[in-house]
């Protein structure tokens, strides 16, 4: 069943573990922070962390996460994993022995600091997405044709039905692999989300996110003291990050940030991507749905969340309607209620693409559900 609706587990409010006295300093990394890059660790429950950095680019500015599970034998699973400064590697260090990491899409911030993540951590096994290309190294859909990736790789994560070997970790985790090759792409689109059975804990990267109400401690690392506390500051930075407009109403609301807040959802931008691969993009969001857990933990902004399959399914209403872009009430009753308006950026960026033949046709309309005022 769906949950009541879905919300922060009380382990979310735990306070941030740092040691800057540990080093901040990672070079060369390809997007800032540069010379203060901060690493806050959070205790998840259920023998769960996330070690948190910034990621930040152009007006963006986002949180993204390494995601850690305790495996029944007491070592480490390290899933997303990022830059290995002083302070992150004293805190995952304390949690106990890495031995398995996971690379769990091929979006270029989470295969960035694989090559030195490898290097610092040469004994833990090395299991990769599907379809990597680009500057940070190429693997396609199973080991057999070579990997470079700069590291040593052990295997990819296999397709359903695929080839290849199932990876070490397959006994206490089940996995589900988008991979979509869109025509007149540049390559490409991968992400593995994957279930701890022992916890009941859904690990993904970009599937779903969760937005909270307050920013994160950890961007008073980088931001001028007292930046953070503008009222205008976090729904701006929520919006920028999920590429919403910064549209504000004469009483100084936001009404994209208020339509996402308190929500587990798509991200906004990433309909680019389901709109043109709807059948592929379902076919896994139904594949998450047939496993058995009870809360999520996501690479960006804020987790665990109480959440169930169904609330999974949810977010994803606009794939069950028809293509054409037309849908039941029953399946847009889980998306967010963002206004028409707030989607006219992204709808501009969709028909762009379609015009020019920058990619292959989407096949319904990305701002499908949204709310007329």
Known sequence: PASATPSLSAAASAPPVSLPSAGRTYFPAITPPFGDRATFRYDLGRGAYALEQLLTFQNVTATIRTNVIRLTDGTLLVHGPLYPTGEYRA???????????????????????????????????????????????????????????????????????????????ADEFDYRTLYVVPPGAAGPVSEVAMVHRPTRTLICADAVVYVPDAPPPILDTYFSPGTTADPSFWPRTVLQAVFLPLRMTADGRY?????????????????LLDARAPEATREWVDGIASMDFDRIVSSHFA???????????????????????????????????????????????????DKNGLGAPSKFKISKGCVVK
């Open 91 to 169: 805190l995952l260090d304390d949690l106990g022995r890495v031995s398995h990491v996971v690379v769990p899409c091929n979006a270029f911030e989470h295969v960035a600091a694989l090559q030195p993540f490898a290097k610092a951590y040469p004994d833990a096994s090395v299991w990769v997405a599907p379809g990597q290309y680009g500057p940070f190294g190429v693997c396609g859909t199973d080991s057999a044709g070579g990997c470079r990736m700069g590291c040593r790789v052990d295997g990819v994560v296999p397709l359903a039905g695929g080839r290849g070997p199932a990876p070490p970790w």
């Open 255 to 271: 009404p994209g940030y208020e339509a996402l807040r308190g929500k587990l959802v798509r991200a906004p931008i990433l309909r």
């Open 303 to 353: 987790g665990p969340v109480d959440a169930t399959p169904v609330d999974v399914r949810s977010a994803f209403g606009y794939l069950y309607g028809s293509d054409s872009g037309t849908s039941t009430a029953a399946t847009m009753a889980g998306l967010p209620p963002i206004e028409c308006l707030d989607w006219e950026f992204l709808d501009s960026i969709n028909d762009f693409i």
